[in-house]
């Protein structure tokens, strides 16, 4: 039996976006990588890990803030190059800004504009 992790396009650094959406709602709620490794983990675990770049290192999703995201299923696209984690976002908050989902930003008339409010403040977060 093949592999599950070798259908997957990864990158030439051996990393592929991973996008997590609200497994209730369908908002999209952040965008990070993941590489071989946290990509299995995040399968046996149940819960979210991803690469972090900036760090170097596996991201357990919550392991600071305690906003876990449990894994409810992971999808790959048609060209073996996205993922979708659909989770449940435990604690309601995605984003490091303190905000529900890292989109929270709209394009109306040429400028970006907040839309989404802080749900808490990212110093109580971290």
Known sequence: ????????????????????QDANTGRILMMAWMNRESLQLSAERGEAVYWSRSRGKLW????????????????????????VLQVEQLGGIACHTGRESC????????????????????????
């Not at 930003?105 to 400028?111: E, Q």
């Not at 907040?114 to 971290?126: G, M, Q, R, W």
Request: with cysteine; glycine share 6%.
């Open 60 to 83: 357990h999703k919550g392991e600071t803030s305690g906003h876990i995201q449990k894994l409810h299923e992971i999808r790959l696209d048609c060209d073996e190059d996205v993922v």
């Open 1 to 20: 039996m093949s592999n599950w992790l070798d259908a997957v396009n990864w990158n030439s650094d051996g990393l592929v976006p991973a996008i997590a």
């Open 103 to 126: 989109f929270y930003r709209v394009l109306k008339d040429g400028n970006w504009q907040t839309v989404d409010p802080v749900l808490k403040d990212p110093a109580e977060i971290y």
